[in-house]
């Protein structure tokens, strides 16, 4: 990977990765900037997924921060909800492009593999919801039922409208080594109502001092990033594996170091 890949990438954003000079209807122009930001995802992939990030978090501490929406936000825990935006977005990208390549564009109801990318787009959006809007565990029961029927609708409408292929990430993939070739294969298809009953039980069945706020939401980040359906490329093997190896790092830091 160059060292500077990161660097230019940004450049590449902003219109600058180029020796010619922008107009100042280039620098404003709407459809040029997403010009610019298809370049750079189709270019820099992995860059483009840990920007976007950032660009999420900051998006959600925005949000926080000045109580912008239609629900009340809780200023509690700002910086921890922050980062486990970060972290949300970095690990659970790769469970839901791995899971739109196997689906293909595919609107068949019938295909396992449309279902596993509704429930992965859904509990990705409701998860960043639910960090929004987070006013403590002993609320989590119901935030989790609002967003979790809201993430439901959204994974579903999604899954119905987006049928392009995205062909962008799979460099970043062997594809000819998916996990459920493995024994324990099975387990992929199995593995979101998994989590959906492994949520469940940490909300109905709480210890007696009840749940920390860092170790619930650490578990509802975790458990839905756990089964990218496949291995990375192993030509630019540690870039590719960059954005999920950094979010788990900030899950961590959430988890242990943040205080």
């Known amino acids: 990977m160059p060292r500077l890949e990161v660097a230019h990438a940004v450049r590449l954003l902003k219109g600058q990765a180029g020796r010619r000079r922008l107009t100042p209807l280039q620098r404003f122009n709407f459809f040029y900037r997403m010009a610019a930001i298809t370049n750079l995802k189709t270019t820099y992939p992995n860059a483009f997924i840990m ?7 900051a998006f959600g501490y925005l949000f926080i921060s000045t109580g912008f929406g239609v629900f ?5 825990n700002i910086g921890l909800r922050t980062l486990y935006l970060a972290a949300a977005c970095l690990m659970m990208t790769d469970v839901i492009q791995c899971a739109d390549m196997e689906r293909r564009g595919s609107r068949d109801v019938k295909d396992p593999n449309f279902w596993i990318y509704a429930v992965y787009m859904g509990y990705l959006w409701a998860l960043l919801m639910i960090l929004m809007y987070w006013q403590g565990a002993e609320n989590a029961q119901s935030l989790l039922i609002q967003w979790g029927i809201a993430g439901a609708a959204f994974g579903v409408a999604m899954a ?3 049928t392009r292929e995205d062909t962008i990430f799979s460099k970043r993939f062997d594809q000819t080594k998916p996990i459920t070739r493995h024994t324990m ?8 109502v998994v989590v959906i009953a492994l949520i469940v039980g940490l909300i109905a069945y709480p210890p007696t001092n009840g749940w920390g706020d860092r170790y619930l939401l650490f578990q509802l980040v975790l458990l839905g990033s756990l089964m990218p359906l496949y291995e990375y490329n192993k030509d630019g093997y ?8 950094l979010g788990f790092v900030l899950l961590l830091i959430s988890l242990f170091a943040y205080e």
């Open 51 to 57: 920007l976007l990030a950032v660009a999420i978090a």
């Open 72 to 76: 009340e936000a809780d200023l509690a």
């Open 160 to 162: 119905f409208v987006n």
């Open 185 to 192: 294969g099975g387990l992929y298809y199995a593995w979101p």
């Open 238 to 245: 540690w870039w590719n594996i960059a954005p999920r190896s």
